[in-house]
């Protein structure tokens, strides 16, 4: 079959192997369709199916409705992740409906249709597939069926493109209500072949899961190519591009626009991240960013029409439960300076202060007696004219999927202007969404976030050892992580063995970076601000050892210590600073060091001058840092022989040789030596971290903290 705007994905063979099993059928055409994101964005839409089982009770045979559960996403779809109800207590359920005003009842008494316990908590739009009478149905938001629903004139669009084939219901907030407008619309249109909702997407249906999913593509297509027969017919698209953005052939340039995005990035985090009660910067809950200059975001930011559309807000309650109604465009000259940061942030301020009031005149104009409190006036969707668009959310990929879904209504404005005349939901009708009492109790039953939630991390070395447990560690406690390395291959080996044991995920971000070198270390943190809006945790990890008596030991020696160690350290931690004071809520400076900053040993000159270096460049920090609440400790371990890259190179043959023991030997003369007698393993030195930078030490700076196993001459006094 040829769709040139949806991708058929339907694969008779591995169908075949499914025999014929409705529901894994059904979740087939689920994970198909949500791999599309034209067709349905992560966590939007919905997919049903209906069979006949036996009933555990009465052994009869009865039907059984499977769809997808409340908060799932059909592209990742299982089992577990749907609802199975009895489809003829779905229609009793219009005897105990009161009303539309009583909607939210409806929702509970599900729970007493279930004919499987096991089931995901069935979502609002659960009764939308329960009173229409198909085998299959897919619940879609694809965005040229949006563009039509969300057209001024969209019912008389979609009879000039479907005919009578399709039928059509004005705008309705999703419930059992609208579930009787469905059934009203069918019976009075037997032949249709599904269903638009004004303002929010499209129903369609088949008696077989591949007829079902043939049927949504085939309706989807058509819309697409009614749209796209008229984009730039009637004038051009968005208006065409702004004069004083088209004179300028450097904005076509990504490079130009990525290292603009990087630079002003942390800037609007720290100001996405201000408490309103406080007027100050919030430390506790930063958010994490994600930018993108999709050519779609470019066409839409750099247009003519953008002022004009962008205050509309959306239209599918999908996309602005994640975007927020509507974003924040920047009144920013694309080439500004953006290092002149007091300068930037005095003309930014204003801006986001003017949209926090704006949001809380919509929340107290729309509020009802028994709505929520305001949440977070802060936009998420910010729209920089030259330069692309940034997201920002409780993690990365709330972050990503916020752009996506304002990708998806930039696509429907785009083909509703194209088409007619772009209509926004009314901002009541908005607000009834986002404040609903239902999606309230929905957040409330979100689990706790981690300590680390929202904060960004660099663990510089973190390609094995400490580094690489650091990251883990941190990871694992819901920070996003830059874990990078000098060594492009000893990089790869760890992605990949992230990949395989299924712990990468979008909260790690892989880079090369030679501590010693000022680029290598700017463009690190280019890339982190890219990718997560800025760095809250910077670890000085990244070392190397030498172990010689002073004779042996040669200048380049000595200058390879003090590059990668006391160097490093400093390139780091100053890219480091200039990103956290442009945050503006300070943040964490953790020195790896070691016990050799205060144990004179033997043959260990070099080394043991670096980290001395080290120490008193961590309190000279913490000295010059505590205005702007960025703590700078460090943690001294000893002898961390697992998985360490300072063994290479001779370290151990010299320790082994100024101790007189072999080098097999080593481990246990270190654990010997120590008052708790242990093996210090890389994993000691992550959890120490984690407890200078986990908020319960955030009163602490300039500290050290020994992870050695009892080093008496090492105590500090």
Not at 142 to 153: E, L, N, Q, R, S
Not at 170 to 194: H, M, T, V, Y
Not at 661 to 690: Q, S, W
Request: net charge negative.
């Amino acid at each position: 079959m040829n769709f040139n705007h949806v991708n058929y994905r339907w694969d008779d063979a591995h169908a075949a192997t499914l025999g014929d099993d409705q529901i894994a059928l059904f979740l087939y055409r689920s994970n198909i369709l949500g791999a599309d994101l034209r067709i349905t964005n992560y966590g939007g839409g919905n997919t049903s199916c209906k069979t006949i089982e036996r009933d555990p009770l009465t052994g009869k045979e009865v039907e059984v409705m499977w769809v997808k559960g409340s908060g799932g996403d059909i592209g990742t779809l299982t089992r577990k992740g749907i609802a199975g109800l009895y489809v003829e207590k779905l229609h009793q359920l219009k005897n105990r409906y009161r009303g539309i005003e009583f909607e939210d009842e409806i929702v509970g008494l599900q729970l007493h249709c279930l004919y499987d316990l096991d089931s995901a908590a069935p979502s609002i739009d659960t009764p939308l597939h329960g009173l229409l009478p198909f085998k299959h149905i897919d619940h879609l938001h694809p965005d040229a069926a949006i563009a039509i629903a969300a057209a001024k004139d969209s019912r008389a669009i979609t009879q000039e493109i479907w005919g009578d084939k399709m039928g059509w219901v004005p705008w309705q907030r999703p419930g059992f209500d609208l579930a009787l407008q469905l059934e009203k619309c069918l019976a009075e249109n037997p032949s249709i072949r599904g269903i638009v909702l004004g303002g929010h997407g499209l129903f369609t249906w088949g008696d077989t899961s591949k007829e079902c999913y043939v049927n949504s593509l085939e309706v989807i297509e058509q819309a697409s190519v009614f749209i796209e027969n008229r984009l730039g017919k009637k004038r051009p698209v968005f208006g065409g591009l702004r004069k004083e953005l088209s004179e300028s052939s450097q904005l076509s340039e990504s490079s130009f626009r990525k290292k603009q995005a990087a630079a002003i990035a942390p800037i609007l985090r720290g100001l996405c991240s201000i408490n309103p009660q406080s007027a100050i910067r919030n430390p506790q809950s930063p958010k994490i960013g994600h930018f993108t200059d999709d050519e779609r975001v470019l066409e839409f930011i750099n247009s003519n029409d953008l002022e004009r559309l962008a205050p509309l807000g959306t239209s599918c309650p999908d996309h602005f439960l994640r975007t927020k109604i509507q974003p924040l465009v920047l009144q920013l000259s694309p080439y500004a300076q953006i290092s002149e940061i007091f300068e930037i942030s005095e003309i930014l301020t204003p801006q986001f202060e003017q949209y926090r009031a704006e949001y809380a005149a919509y929340y107290d104009t729309c509020k009802h007696p028994n709505s929520p409190a305001m949440r977070d006036p802060n936009p998420v969707v910010i729209l920089y004219p030259g330069v692309g668009m940034f997201t920002f959310a409780k993690d990365k990929q709330t972050a990503r999927v916020a752009a996506e879904f304002y990708i998806n209504a930039i696509n429907v404005m785009r083909g509703a202007e194209a088409i007619s005349e772009y209509t926004a939901l009314p901002r009541q009708e908005a607000f009834d969404i986002e404040y609903w009492l239902l999606e309230e109790a929905k957040l409330q039953r979100m689990p706790k976030p981690k300590p680390l939630s929202g904060r960004v991390a660099l663990v510089t070395g973190s390609g094995g050892g400490i580094g690489l447990a650091t990251a883990n560690r941190l990871a694992a406690e819901g920070a996003c992580v830059v874990i990078n390395d000098v060594d492009e291959q000893r990089l790869a080996e760890v992605k990949k063995q992230l990949s395989e044991s299924s712990q990468l995920s979008e909260s790690c971000f892989f880079t090369t970076l030679n501590v010693t070198n000022s680029n290598s270390v700017a463009e690190a943190f280019e890339a982190a601000c890219l990718a997560f809006g800025g760095v809250d945790i910077v670890v000085n990890n990244a070392g190397i050892s030498i172990s010689k008596g002073i004779l042996e030991h040669s200048i380049g020696d000595w200058d390879k210590l003090q590059d990668i160690l006391v160097k490093g350290q400093f390139l780091v931690s100053q890219a480091g600073v200039e990103v956290m004071r442009k945050q503006g809520f300070g943040g964490d400076i953790v020195n790896i060091v070691s016990k050799n900053a205060v144990v004179a040993g033997p043959n260990n000159m070099g080394y043991g001058a670096a980290k001395a270096a080290q120490a008193h460049m961590t309190r000279l920090l913490a000295a010059e840092l505590g205005p702007d609440k960025i703590r700078v400790n460090m943690v001294n371990p000893d002898a961390v022989i697992a998985g360490s890259n300072i063994w290479a190179g001779g370290w151990a043959e010299g320790r082994a040789k100024a101790y007189g023991v072999t080098v097999e030997e080593l481990p246990a003369y270190y654990a010997k030596r120590t008052l708790l007698g242990e093996i210090i393993l890389p994993e000691d030195i992550a959890n120490a971290v984690f407890a200078l930078v986990g908020g319960l030490l955030s009163k602490s700076t300039g500290n050290a903290l020994n992870v050695d196993g009892g080093v008496a001459m090492g105590f500090l006094r």
